[in-house]
């Protein structure tokens, strides 16, 4: 009845005040509380008939009329709270918490037949993510990171070999300690040129968990480089979509910087970030991304990069016949070629049955060729017989190649089971630095390296656990060095009779559980 509509809107009206301006509020206050009193004479009243209310002199159409108006003031008011609120909502920074418990059983054999192990390392990594989007078309991303061993690390250990372990490429894969780490800091941008829509991004851009990598990681594919490249980086991209050609189509140009050459503040000489002549030059890298297809089942993803000035230990110094007896210094060895083709099969055939819909197939193959520079011996290292270009080993170039073969299916209990298979040839170089093992990149691996694993969602997405088996064969040396005589590729045998026990065979056992939010 229209007193009930009275009462209602005059409420709800009066309530409203109280989120806008203060002049907005004072006028609709004043209109309310004229009608609530109006409305409370009434009330009193409501059971007596519309003509003797009509003789009290109250006119019930024109308080209606006053509250229809009201209400479409507030129509408009209540649009303009969904604006702000809005706004509000953008102007929050959005986190996330990815943390991961897990145990590890590590085990080594070298040439000789010694053993080594770490049945025991349990270790903690947490990311924290967080993301602001202003608008529609631009987007801040960041994670800040740990990833440390139960309880203390021993300093004299931490960050020894050269520093390797705490590069600026793999700090955030590696075990360190507690303090969070920038893992990833960079702004994308989406905007439309023509019919194109275009993605320009700059920053600690993700380049970690990368296509294919990331099945076996249980993580969305933050770089399309997995089999080549899987390191942290800082650079820019600009990528354009071109779907509307060819279904999933797109292109991409990265560039970025993994080594800046500059003095350090409050230098000795005054010259605060100036080149440095006697350290490394830049090392830089340049990528062309570009995948041809993909319709959501079937997905092809091509990938070609180079790296300017890439770094290794090269033996600068000798006191005897030795070759382990060298002194290494670390320089600039030339530049590294790469270039690799992926396909992806999510899902068998057409709808043949549940199992086959979510089953995935993939098959990688990569190929680097070394380019090297003129480095600095000793006249002892040359007079050994050393090659005076030391990328790799050798002063000429040198082509390597890999291929990499995965599946993966669903099982009784909702998880994911899969096995790998990946191998490595003679000269073969990857950028996998940061891949996540405890062993090493297996994709890196000069041999073959095989590996299964079972993931099983707990709580929903939230809650998940992995029991993951890899295991590598190694055929040369220097897999997982840098791109300098550790790189060098010997036989095991070769390598033996030179007096080393190289590692032949490496496997890892890890079971993690993992919460997400």
């Not at 005589?485 to 036989?491: A, E, I, L, R, V």
Request: glycine share 10%; net charge negative; with cysteine.
């Amino acid at each position: 009845m229209k007193m009930n509509k009275i009462i209602t809107l005059s409420t709800v009206a009066f309530l409203s005040t109280t989120l806008y301006a203060q002049t907005d509020v004072e006028i609709l206050q004043e209109q309310v509380r004229a009608l609530m009193n109006k409305v409370a004479e009434l009330e009193k009243t409501q059971s007596t008939p519309a003509a003797t209310i009509n003789n009290n002199g109250v006119d019930i159409e024109a308080l209606v009329t006053k509250v229809d108006k009201i209400e479409k003031k507030q129509a408009k008011q209540t649009k303009k709270l969904s604006k702000v609120n809005a706004l509000a909502a953008k102007d929050n920074l959005k986190f996330n918490v990815d943390f991961r418990t897990s145990y590890d059983n590590i085990q080594y054999t070298t040439a000789s037949g010694k053993k080594y192990k770490n049945d025991g390392l349990y270790s903690n990594r947490l990311w924290l993510g967080m993301g602001y989007a202003p608008t529609d078309t631009m987007t801040f991303k960041g994670q800040l990171s740990y990833h440390k061993a139960f309880g203390a690390s021993n300093a004299l250990q931490r960050g020894s070999e050269h520093g390797f372990d705490t590069f600026d490429w793999v700090t955030n894969e590696n075990l360190t300690n507690d303090s969070l780490k920038v893992r990833e800091a960079y702004w994308l941008w989406t905007p439309t040129l023509g019919d194109f829509p275009l993605t320009i991004s700059v920053g600690r851009r993700p380049a970690t968990n990368g296509f294919l990598v990331n099945l076996r990681d249980d993580d969305k594919a933050k770089s399309p480089m997995g089999h080549l490249i899987n390191m942290e980086f800082d650079g820019a991209s600009i990528g354009v979509k071109l779907d509307k050609y060819v279904p999933g189509m797109l292109a991409k140009l990265c560039i970025g910087r993994g080594l800046t050459n500059a003095n350090a503040r409050f230098n000795q000489e005054g010259l605060d970030y100036a080149e440095d002549g006697d350290n490394l030059d830049n090392v830089d890298m340049l990528g062309l991304i570009f995948k041809p297809y993909d319709d959501g089942q079937y997905s092809i993803m091509t990938k070609y990069y180079r790296g300017y000035n890439v770094p290794g230990m090269v033996w600068s110094d000798q006191t005897g016949p030795n070759p382990t007896d060298a002194v290494y210094t670390m320089q600039n060895t030339g530049d590294m070629d790469g270039a690799g083709i992926s396909f992806k099969v999510d899902g068998i055939g057409d709808e043949i049955n549940d199992f086959l819909d979510e089953t995935i197939l993939f098959a990688s193959y990569a190929w680097s060729q070394s380019r090297p520079d003129e480095v600095e011996r000793s006249a002892g290292v040359l007079a050994s017989g050393m090659a005076p270009g030391a990328m790799l080993g050798s002063d000429e170039k040198q082509s390597g190649t890999s291929y990499w073969l995965g599946l993966q299916t669903p099982n009784l209990t909702g998880g994911r089971f899969g096995l790998e298979y990946n191998h490595g040839s003679k000269y073969w170089r990857a950028f996998t630095y940061g891949e996540d093992t405890m062993i090493g990149s297996k994709l890196a691996a000069r041999g073959d390296a095989y590996e299964a694993y079972w993931t099983q969602p707990i709580i929903d997405d939230a809650f998940s656990m992995q029991i993951r088996y890899t295991y590598i064969k190694y055929d040369y040396t220097g897999s997982n060095a840098f791109f300098g005589d550790g790189g060098t590729p010997m036989s095991m045998s070769e390598a033996t009779a030179m007096g080393m026990d190289p590692v032949e065979k490496a496997q890892d056992l890890r079971i993690y559980f993992r919460y997400r939010y």
